[in-house]
């Protein structure tokens, strides 16, 4: 059995309130699943000690605890780790690179580039790494996900990367953080040599990597088509059918940018929701990453199909993509959840300054500073991705799954933090680093801020020397042309 206790516990559960904070809370916790949580008090304490020994404590310099003293309380706020709805894991070694520059320029300029670097240099590179080169990238986006509290993701791992899902599974089980892996797919509009021939062989892959993944418990496959500009109607249908019929999520950009918006309503005809709607494809499984650009009737298919959306406001702001309609989408009743996108666009995956610069956003725009309040934003990390992505976690109650995070109150930043203001805090004064703590199904993965599943000195190592070799490949090659709008 397992204990962890702390001066704040924010639940964030619906049985218990969502609003509800606690001053001096704990979590009990065995193997995957909590048993308890609750205020803490003395009596609480004796009778924990007296039922549940041994009884491991989370901060205590001992291996069991054997009186109240060891029952330590930490300098902290306790809640439900953070869940990523939307993420590249095979960015994370380009942050920083091809930046002021839209989407297009910067797919073909950073990311195209590098996954193409990986794909036909890996066996050059293979010898100066410990691990393969799409491993070690890999490896890098688990260590950014735990550095910043995130237990949880849906990682869309398209292009190159979707002939490479054995090794984003096993960076996963070596983080032992939960990962679902949205496959993608591409057969237009494209950098030609990821173009994907025949629909019946993307089938096929869905097929082998759901029976190759199956035994995995904390890791599942799932359709991830690129974008609706990148693939047709037919293999859109395609993978919709293979999702219906395996009752998994289906995941994929939309509306992303602007310039890539226009040129496809042009081409096709029609708005990218109303040809998705026109196909079939929506629906209360169907989660759309961005869906920056909107007319209103869209938002009225997306209402009416109780179809997903994962807001991405770094990626979308640095990109300059332009912002959704989010005050909106959540007035009609459409599920959004908030997340980081990929670190090459979005250059680090703090979830809480994602959640802070959509409040922001949206308040100066509409100059109402009552949209998007900390509480709400929180919540658009944590309990409503859980919703979105069926998962049993999101919030701190029994039964739930036992992923937990510890941020540390400590800092000069988040000093005075009191039980009136600890979730302002959180979303308004804290710089991501905080995080103390971080307990993934059950197993502590961040312990008093060393990676414990990881080792981090040897990944980044490695990535600093794949960064230097993509330095040389660029120079070499230039970048590529052939995504959407920059055709």
């Given at each position: 059995m397992n204990f962890i206790r702390a001066k704040y516990l924010l639940p964030l559960s619906d049985s218990m309130g969502r609003e509800t904070r606690i001053q001096d809370g704990y979590v009990l916790y065995k193997d995957n699943q909590i048993v308890e949580v609750g205020a803490y008090h003395e009596a609480i304490g004796k009778r924990i000690l007296a039922n549940f020994s041994p009884?491991?404590?989370?901060?205590?310099?001992?291996?069991?605890?054997?009186?109240?003293?060891?029952?330590?309380c930490l300098p902290g706020v306790l809640l439900p780790g953070f869940i990523k709805a939307h993420g590249h894991d095979h960015e994370s070694p380009i942050i920083g690179i091809v930046k002021d520059v839209p989407l297009t320029l910067w797919l073909d300029g950073a990311v195209n580039i590098f996954t193409r670097f990986l794909e036909e240099e890996g066996e050059r590179i293979q010898p100066h790494l410990r691990y393969s080169p799409h491993l070690t990238t890999y490896l890098k986006a688990r260590l950014d996900d735990i550095y910043y509290g995130i237990t949880s993701c849906l990682v869309h791992h398209c292009g190159y990367n979707k002939y490479h899902v054995s090794e984003i599974v096993q960076a996963n089980e070596k983080a032992h953080t939960r990962m679902i892996v949205a496959v993608g797919s591409q057969d237009r509009n494209y950098y030609e040599k990821v173009l994907d021939k025949d629909p019946l062989l993307v089938v096929k892959r869905m097929d082998e990597y759901r029976q190759e993944f199956s035994c995995f418990s904390r890791c599942s496959v799932i359709p991830g088509p690129d974008q609706f500009f990148s693939n047709g109607p037919e293999l859109l249908k395609a993978l919709k059918q293979w999702s219906d019929k395996n009752g998994t999520l289906i995941h994929i950009h939309s509306a992303e940018e602007y310039e890539t918006t226009q040129w496809f309503n042009k081409k096709y005809g029609m708005t990218t929701i109303e040809y998705a709607n026109s196909i079939g494809f929506l629906g209360p499984k169907t989660i759309l990453a961005h869906q920056v650009h909107c007319t209103d009737y869209e938002l009225e298919l997306l209402q009416k199909t109780s179809t997903k959306v994962v807001h991405n406001p770094l990626a979308n702001t640095i990109l300059g993509s332009g912002m959704p309609p989010i005050p909106k989408m959540l007035e009609m009743g459409i599920q959004v959840a908030i997340s980081t996108d990929g670190s090459g666009s979005a250059d680090n995956q703090n979830i809480l300054s994602a959640a802070r610069l959509a409040s922001?956003?949206?308040?100066?725009?509409?100059?109402?500073?009552?949209?998007?309040?900390?509480?709400?934003?929180?919540?658009?990390?944590?309990?409503?991705?859980?919703?979105?992505?069926?998962?049993?976690?999101?919030?701190?109650?029994?039964?739930?799954?036992?992923?937990?995070?510890?941020?540390d109150l400590r800092r000069p930043n988040l000093t005075p933090s009191k039980i009136t203001n600890v979730v302002e805090n959180l979303i308004w004064a804290s710089d991501g680093s905080e995080v103390r703590y971080v307990i993934a199904g059950g197993q502590t993965i961040k312990d008093d801020y060393r990676f414990i599943t990881l080792d981090q000195d040897a990944i980044l190592e490695d990535v600093l020397k794949l960064s230097e070799m993509l330095d040389d490949y660029k120079k070499q090659v230039g970048s590529l042309k052939g995504t959407g709008a920059n055709q």
């Open positions: 009884l491991s404590v989370i901060g205590l310099q001992k291996e069991k605890a054997q009186s109240l003293e060891d029952l330590v922001q956003y949206q308040k100066a725009l509409y100059r109402d500073a009552r949209l998007l309040p900390a509480q709400k934003v929180l919540e658009m990390i944590t309990i409503e991705p859980a919703k979105i992505l069926g998962l049993n976690a999101g919030s701190l109650e029994t039964g739930k799954d036992a992923d937990i995070i510890l941020i």
